[in-house]
């Protein structure tokens, strides 16, 4: 009986512990599902789709470990981004937008400027494979990046800074600064981006019928910086006045150094083609950006009027300076020589008036944009 007693409780004590262990094991099952669950959510509410916009937040997308603007658009997964600065939706050539203020740039300038805002000053980028009639009708695709503004009334002031090492030293810092009330809206932004590349390469050299494949070492430093002041005005819930300026300077710098080897003796007794190469760049360009702008929404969104005034200058100087140094015994001869410099300098006036009606057949635009640019490009020797 008491062998019967202790088999039987031993039976328990195991069914019990059975028990325990499947409950625990289906909870578990039960969070991770639960955690699937709540990541499936955070993925879609990060991702949406309205009036053939795909709008997306940094919140549970790729976009969220983005550093900057640039890398934001490229991680999204909804434009091709390359490195040469070109962005394409659906292999069309695609129009950057921020805060409804056309960006007039394109290729590396675009790409250097995007990478000077911080992506955490980002809300949220439309992507808009087709353009509506609110838009020039030469505008393929449109990417809006809407930044981040305070909904809390005051003063608001926002720091951050980045240091990172490759081979060289990249940083990045910024400062924004907003204040918000009832009828007024301020924010400035104040970004430093430097980065220092250094790369290697090959090229080939030709010097008395010997053709060398050398290993090129090139040192490139780039710094952009933008200053930016918003200020808008609401008169009342139909009507908003914005006045915006920017300076932006930009700075490249490239070195570029190679040589096919020492002038060994058994190198100059075969007089074998010896020689240093050596490269310098410098872009040193600068903008201005004002921006006057005035728009009206009725109260059921059906008519809309959007008037704008720009004027942009761009001043840009380049200097480029090559040199070859041939082995000649016993030392290097200053061979050929170029020197390349030049000044561009350029102004935009650009007003632009569009009017939209929706009505229940359909969705009507009226769109009228007019400028004058004035381009003078000196050469200097």
């Given at each position: 009986?008491?062998?019967?007693?202790?088999i039987t409780?031993?039976?328990?004590?195991?069914?019990?512990?059975l028990?325990?262990?499947?409950?625990?094991?289906?909870?578990k099952?039960?969070?991770?599902?639960?955690?699937?669950?709540?990541?499936?959510?955070?993925?879609?509410?990060?991702?949406?789709?309205?009036?053939?916009?795909?709008?997306?937040?940094?919140?549970?997308?790729?976009?969220?470990?983005?550093?900057?603007s640039?890398?934001?658009i490229?991680?999204s997964g909804?434009?091709?981004?390359?490195?040469?600065?070109?962005?394409?939706?659906k292999?069309?050539?695609t129009t950057?937008?921020i805060?409804?203020r056309?960006?007039?740039?394109?290729?590396?300038?675009?790409?250097?400027?995007?990478?000077?805002?911080?992506?955490?000053?980002?809300?949220?980028?439309?992507?808009?494979?087709?353009?509506?009639?609110?838009?020039?009708?030469?505008?393929?695709s449109?990417?809006?990046?809407n930044?981040?503004?305070?909904n809390?009334?005051?003063l608001?002031?926002?720091?951050?800074?980045?240091?990172?090492?490759?081979?060289?030293?990249?940083?990045?810092?910024?400062?924004?600064?907003?204040?918000?009330?009832?009828?007024?809206e301020?924010?400035?932004?104040?970004?430093?981006?430097?980065?220092?590349?250094?790369?290697?390469?090959?090229?080939?050299?030709?010097?008395?019928n010997?053709?060398?494949?050398?290993?090129?070492?090139?040192?490139?430093?780039?710094?952009?910086?933008?200053?930016?002041?918003?200020?808008?005005y609401f008169?009342?819930?139909r009507?908003?006045?914005?006045?915006?300026?920017e300076?932006?300077?930009?700075?490249?710098?490239?070195?570029?150094?190679?040589d096919?080897?020492?002038?060994?003796?058994?190198?100059?007794?075969?007089?074998?083609?010896?020689?240093?190469?050596?490269?310098?760049?410098?872009?040193?360009?600068?903008s201005?950006?004002?921006q006057?702008?005035?728009?009206?929404?009725?109260?059921?969104?059906?008519?809309?009027?959007?008037?704008?005034?720009?004027y942009?200058?761009?001043?840009?100087?380049t200097?480029?300076?090559?040199?070859?140094y041939?082995y000649?015994?016993?030392?290097?001869l200053?061979?050929?020589?170029?020197?390349?410099?030049?000044?561009?300098?350029?102004?935009m006036?650009?007003?632009?008036a569009?009017y939209?009606?929706?009505?229940?057949?359909?969705?009507?635009?009226?769109?009228?944009?007019?400028?004058?640019?004035?381009?003078s490009?000196?050469?200097?020797?």
């Amino acid at each position: 009986m008491i062998y019967l007693h202790h088999i039987t409780s031993r039976a328990l004590i195991l069914l019990s512990s059975l028990i325990v262990i499947l409950t625990s094991a289906q909870q578990k099952d039960t969070l991770k599902n639960e955690k699937k669950i709540d990541e499936i959510k955070i993925t879609r509410s990060a991702v949406k789709f309205k009036n053939g916009k795909i709008i997306v937040t940094p919140a549970g997308t790729a976009t969220a470990d983005a550093s900057n603007s640039w890398e934001f658009i490229k991680n999204s997964g909804y434009a091709d981004a390359s490195e040469e600065g070109t962005i394409k939706i659906k292999q069309k050539y695609t129009t950057v937008y921020i805060n409804d203020r056309k960006l007039r740039l394109s290729g590396i300038e675009l790409k250097n400027y995007l990478e000077s805002i911080p992506a955490k000053l980002i809300k949220n980028i439309e992507v808009i494979g087709t353009p509506d009639s609110s838009y020039p009708a030469d505008e393929q695709s449109i990417i809006k990046i809407n930044l981040v503004n305070s909904n809390i009334e005051g003063l608001k002031l926002g720091i951050g800074s980045s240091l990172g090492f490759t081979k060289k030293m990249n940083m990045a810092q910024n400062l924004n600064l907003n204040y918000k009330s009832e009828k007024f809206e301020i924010n400035t932004l104040l970004s430093s981006t430097h980065a220092n590349v250094l790369t290697e390469m090959n090229a080939e050299r030709e010097y008395k019928n010997n053709i060398w494949d050398i290993a090129q070492n090139q040192d490139i430093q780039k710094s952009t910086n933008i200053y930016s002041l918003l200020v808008n005005y609401f008169a009342d819930k139909r009507n908003k006045f914005s006045i915006y300026g920017e300076y932006n300077p930009v700075n490249t710098q490239s070195e570029l150094n190679a040589d096919n080897g020492l002038p060994t003796a058994e190198r100059v007794s075969r007089k074998d083609s010896i020689f240093k190469y050596n490269s310098m760049f410098k872009d040193l360009g600068r903008s201005t950006n004002v921006q006057a702008n005035y728009k009206f929404e009725n109260d059921s969104a059906t008519q809309k009027l959007n008037i704008q005034f720009e004027y942009l200058n761009a001043n840009r100087k380049t200097n480029n300076s090559f040199r070859n140094y041939f082995y000649q015994q016993s030392y290097y001869l200053d061979g050929n020589r170029i020197d390349d410099s030049s000044s561009r300098n350029i102004n935009m006036y650009i007003g632009n008036a569009n009017y939209t009606l929706q009505t229940k057949n359909g969705e009507y635009g009226l769109q009228e944009e007019g400028f004058h640019t004035v381009t003078s490009i000196i050469p200097l020797i």
